[in-house]
């Protein structure tokens, strides 16, 4: 690796940083095709109304911007000695640096990109120490639920604090290397989960504990030291930041002795002549990541997490909490609508909400939603089958039971009131019919 001349663009700049504005004058960055149109039926055009941030957010504006000021000095990583190489090499780590920042890691925490939050789960379940018992409820998104070798999996629970007493229960029962999974907020419900609790039940039975922030980092500050986490994992593209990155934070001892993620230039310190003389790199960041990396992923990433701080946490969860209760409020009053919800309906949650219409299915309501009203959400089990089993009712029908779904309406910095109620007159239309 080169020596690193330069190490962040903000230092090489002579001025000194404006002081920051108070929070409630700073505004909310714009994402990129906010004035998107879209054809509906008839071959009107209308603007789209992006009710599907859960799945995959929109670009920020200022994450287009930092990826596009990259891109003139873009050049390899960790392996070139031109100018270029070590620019684009200082914006690669200063990305690592502010992203383990924007989520408080200790500073002995490992920063490893990935390519999303699926690939930072598996990539700690191929380095978990042998015999590691993992224990996980059932409902987890599939990225948390399956990459485990010995999972105990655990009930739905009914409240909160039985999510507590069920993991203590669990984790007392099992001997040797134990990991806790548990998401901070569903991606079904957008319920928030007693992290802290859990973490600490974790850790007093000698366990672990790895949060899954995919759905949690959009919407709510996160700290893992304050909170006592072992890791996290989240996606960029949840995160306004869609250019092919992830991350997993956390502590480096089983990322240092697990398999190097892939095998390959960069994750490699020496190589003799046997094929097995491979002397791989101890650090977790080279030791999975190898090959060149996705360096405007993690830039993009970064600049997603400055843009957020940037614009403060209160401004950010006022509004959507604003809009949110606009959004269940307007559900509430359409005749056949049922929002789904494991611990009812005053628990907090971030800005999801799942619900089905009596009479139809949910594919029907969002391809109606989409053609008739230029709206975009989602439809279907949101790669939590058990979890939305269990919300409604229904049995296991097999992978190929397509008729026990949900529609899914998610909201963040881009949604607009006008959306929120589009989407409410568009259902009451539908069920009238
Ligand atoms: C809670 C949660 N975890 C994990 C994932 C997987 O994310 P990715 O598809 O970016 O790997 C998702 C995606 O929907 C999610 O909502």
């Known amino acids: 690796m080169p020596t690193l001349t330069i190490f962040n663009d903000a230092a090489a700049s002579a001025e000194a940083p404006a002081p920051a504005a108070p929070e409630s004058a700073r505004p909310i960055p714009a994402v990129v095709g906010a004035d998107l149109e879209v054809p509906v039926k008839g071959g009107r055009l209308v603007r789209y109304a992006n009710l599907d941030y859960a799945a995959s957010a929109p670009c920020l504006e200022p994450v287009s911007a930092a990826v596009t000021a990259a891109l003139p000095a873009y050049s390899s990583v960790h392996r070139g000695a031109g100018y270029a190489s070590q620019l684009t090499t200082a914006r690669y780590e ?24 699926t690939d930072a789960t598996n990539l700690l379940a191929r380095c978990l120490p042998e015999g590691t018992t993992v224990v996980v409820f059932d409902t987890e998104h599939h990225a948390s639920l399956l990459p485990w070798r010995d999972a105990v999996r655990l009930a739905p629970p009914a409240f909160p604090g039985e999510a507590v007493r069920a993991a203590d229960e669990a984790l007392a029962g099992v001997e040797g290397p134990k990991l806790l999974v548990v998401t901070a907020a569903s991606n079904v419900t957008g319920e928030l989960w007693p992290i802290a609790a859990l973490a600490h039940i974790a ?14 980092v959009p919407h709510r500050r996160l700290n893992l030291t304050a909170l006592d986490l072992d890791y996290v994992a989240f ?26 993620y892939l095998k390959g230039g960069g994750a490699v310190r020496a190589v003799g002549e046997a094929p097995e003389a491979a002397e791989w790199h101890e ?22 997490c400055d843009a957020l701080n940037a614009t403060g946490w209160t401004a950010l969860v006022r509004e959507e909490e604003r809009l949110l209760a606009r959004l269940r409020a307007g559900l509430a009053t359409v005749e056949g609508v049922r929002e789904l919800a494991l ?26 939603l989409s053609a008739e009203y230029g709206i975009g959400v989602r439809d279907g089990k949101f790669c939590a089958h058990p979890f939305v089993r269990h919300l409604l009712g229904t049995a296991d029908g097999g992978c190929e039971d397509g008729t026990a779904s949900a529609v899914r309406a998610s909201i963040g910095i881009g949604t607009t009131q006008e959306h929120v109620d589009r989407l409410i007159e568009a259902l009451r239309a539908i069920v009238a019919r």
């Open 94 to 117: 200063q990305a690592r640096h502010t992203v383990r920042a924007f989520v408080g890691a200790r500073p002995s925490d490992a920063v490893v990109f990935t390519r999303n939050t």
């Open 203 to 216: 850790h007093r039975h000698g366990a672990r504990i790895l949060v899954d922030a995919a759905q949690f």
């Open 235 to 260: 996606s960029g593209h949840k995160l306004y930041a869609p250019f092919g990155a992830g991350v997993l934070v956390g502590r480096g001892d089983w990322l240092a002795g697990g398999e190097p």
């Open 283 to 304: 650090d977790p960041e080279p030791r999975h990541e190898a090959g060149t990396p996705n360096v405007l992923g993690a830039i993009a990433l970064a600049a997603a």
């Open 343 to 368: 611990w009812g309906a005053d628990h907090p949650r971030v800005g999801i909400v799942s619900f089905t219409v009596d009479g139809f299915t949910a594919r029907e309501v969002a391809e109606a």
